[in-house]
């Protein structure tokens, strides 16, 4: 009998998180759907602009127009959780009711946003491979170099997007504390970290022991034009395995400022 009980709490339990998680999967996406369609509108006045302009002057206008679109996503999702937290601020106290912990919260509005930047990226990647063909004959680089080049060059985008949109979130999270905590004090803090951190980032990575932890596992890249003209010629695991480890602090120490620093 009380093995029955326990499966039936459980499962009611289980329940109950999952039409949580459900409910604020769909939330998160009705709270930045138009974040993303004015994006898209913005996208799609570039491209056109792009065009317009490639028409008045010359057709490789394109390939700078498109790959600097393409670049841009980096700040995609930094912006997307940016403003995303700052309109959650208005309703923080539905969201701090929720009964899932910070991290499932933190993770719904990641993965709204990770899905958001690949589409808006796909479409940036289609005008980029249509700049390509219409300047191919121009252009000295073959289908394979460019689909190479393409594809480390989206990674390396989306990891960077990411990266950067979790320092975005552990700063999120830290202004709102501060702003509980510290009343005005908080644009003093805030002043300070944004002059010293990037500050002592430079210092640190001015290091021996920065280098000691990225600099191994070298890993050469096959030959490319594009490679070269990008100074890549090889990357480090090591880098790669730092970077990864931090981006999991980052995301754990904004969790737990959610879940036990932030009040209602």
Not at 46 to 51: D, E, T
Not at 238 to 249: D, K, N, Q, R, S
């Amino acid at each position: 009998m009380y093995y029955i009980t326990s499966t039936l709490i459980h499962k009611y339990k289980g329940g109950l998180i999952l039409n949580a998680w459900s409910g604020l999967v769909r939330k998160e996406f009705r709270l930045g759907r138009m974040g993303v369609l004015v994006a898209l509108i913005v996208m799609s006045i570039y491209i056109g602009f792009s065009f317009y302009f490639s028409w008045k002057t010359d057709p490789g206008v394109l390939i700078m127009m498109s790959s600097t679109l393409v670049m841009g996503h980096i700040i995609y999702l930094p912006v997307y959780i940016g403003l995303s937290l700052h309109r959650e601020k208005h309703t923080m106290h539905h969201w701090l009711h929720n009964p899932l912990p910070g991290t499932t919260l933190l993770a719904t509005k990641m993965l709204n946003g990770f899905l958001s930047l690949c589409f808006s990226l796909l479409i940036a990647c289609l005008f980029f491979l249509y700049a390509w063909w219409v300047n191919k004959e121009i252009v000295d680089l073959s289908f394979q170099q460019v689909m190479d080049t393409g594809i480390f060059v989206l990674v390396h985008i989306i990891l960077a997007s990411i990266y950067i949109g979790l320092w975005t979130l552990l700063l999120s999270m830290l202004e709102i504390v501060s702003k509980q905590k510290l009343g005005m004090w908080r644009v003093l803090v805030t002043v300070l970290i944004l002059l010293l951190g990037p500050w002592t980032w430079r210092k640190l990575e001015a290091t021996t022991l920065y280098k000691n932890l990225t600099h191994w596992g070298a890993i050469p890249l096959t030959e490319n034009n594009l490679f070269s003209m990008m100074n890549f010629d090889v990357l480090y695991i090591g880098f790669y395995i730092f970077h990864l480890v931090l981006a999991i602090l980052l995301f754990l120490i904004s969790s737990w400022l959610l879940d036990r620093k932030v009040e209602v």
